[in-house]
């Protein structure tokens, strides 16, 4: 079992910035690749990023390129979430997710370990 505990989540003005953590603990945390992945009202779960156990690669989805950045920290048991030049359509619950299926890095059935997810809201 991973658990994740997703933080930083808050309100923000559109052009603005926050950095989300997901601190990990149980199983090794560097034998898993992380996703982050967002949820709006009414609508399905978003892929948003991803990072392999490594670090060594990252993957963004095609409207978050340029804005968002992933990295981890595997001796802190943490990974990170940079987002900047926040739009008011990134308003969603935010979570990370553990997995070690990197083929299927994009999808939320490929991480059988969620956090409990983290609000961004951010107002126009």
């Known amino acids: 079992q991973v658990q994740l505990v997703e933080s930083g989540g808050g309100l923000v003005q559109a052009g603005g910035s926050l950095r989300l953590s997901c601190a990990a603990s149980g199983r090794t945390f560097g034998n898993y690749d992380i996703g982050w992945f967002r949820q709006a009202p009414g609508k399905e779960r978003e892929f948003v990023a991803a990072?392999?156990?490594?670090?060594?690669?990252?993957y963004y989805a095609d409207s978050m390129k340029g804005r968002f950045t992933t990295s981890r920290d595997n001796a802190q048991n943490t990974a990170y979430l940079q987002m900047s030049s926040l739009k008011p359509e990134d308003t969603a619950v935010y979570y990370c997710a553990a997995g070690q299926r990197w083929s299927s890095y994009s999808r939320p059935y490929g991480y059988p370990y969620w956090g409990q997810g983290t609000q961004v809201t951010v107002s126009s």
């Open positions: 990072i392999r156990w490594s670090g060594g690669s990252t």
